[in-house]
């Protein structure tokens, strides 16, 4: 079997995985603080965010994989309602409009949505622990 040309480590899902809504949750790293993201797709491309609201803190979805409102336009956070840009994770309403997700670099090689090279996946994490 030839070597993968990517680290298999920084693999968040195929992208045929993504379901019919083009979102879903992933978990990247080990330890008490692994990545935990979302993966959307918007058109032809795909954006990450770090699962956490600015508002509170807390992540964006109540039940597996629910990150859409009904109309499958904007990302929802479930507890207090604000509504994101799936293209920017700019905050349109709700409590904290003006403020964004914090973006996961992707990208998308031979099938795979990826962590991009260069990211630092363990600072990300540990935004999510402090911030
Ligand atoms: S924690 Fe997301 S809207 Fe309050």
Same mark, same amino acid.
């Given at each position: 079997?030839?070597?993968?040309?990517?680290?298999?480590?920084?693999?968040?899902?195929?992208?045929?995985?993504?379901?019919?809504?083009?979102?879903?949750?992933?978990?990247?790293? &080990? +330890?008490?603080? %692994?990545? @935990?993201? $979302?993966?959307?797709?918007?058109?032809?491309?795909?954006? *990450?965010? !770090?699962?956490?609201?600015?508002?509170?803190?807390?992540?964006?979805?109540?039940?597996?994989?629910?990150?859409?409102?009904?109309?499958?336009?904007?990302?929802?956070?479930?507890?207090?309602?604000?509504?994101?840009?799936?293209?920017?994770?700019?905050?349109? &309403? +709700?409590?904290? %409009?003006? @403020?964004? $997700?914090?973006?996961?670099?992707?990208?998308?090689?031979? *099938?795979? !949505?990826?962590?991009?090279?260069?990211?630092?996946?363990?600072?990300?994490?540990?935004?999510?622990?402090?911030?």
């Amino acid at each position: 079997m030839p070597a993968a040309d990517f680290d298999v480590e920084r693999v968040v899902c195929r992208e045929s995985e993504l379901g019919s809504g083009g979102v879903r949750a992933f978990t990247i790293g &080990a +330890g008490d603080w %692994p990545l @935990r993201g $979302l993966v959307v797709r918007v058109g032809a491309t795909v954006r *990450g965010y !770090v699962n956490r609201c600015p508002h509170a803190g807390h992540p964006l979805n109540l039940l597996p994989d629910r990150f859409l409102t009904p109309d499958g336009a904007l990302l929802l956070c479930s507890s207090h309602g604000a509504l994101f840009e799936k293209l920017t994770g700019y905050c349109v &309403a +709700g409590p904290c %409009p003006g @403020r964004a $997700l914090t973006p996961v670099p992707l990208e998308v090689r031979s *099938g795979f !949505v990826m962590v991009a090279d260069g990211v630092d996946v363990a600072a990300l994490s540990e935004w999510e622990k402090i911030a």
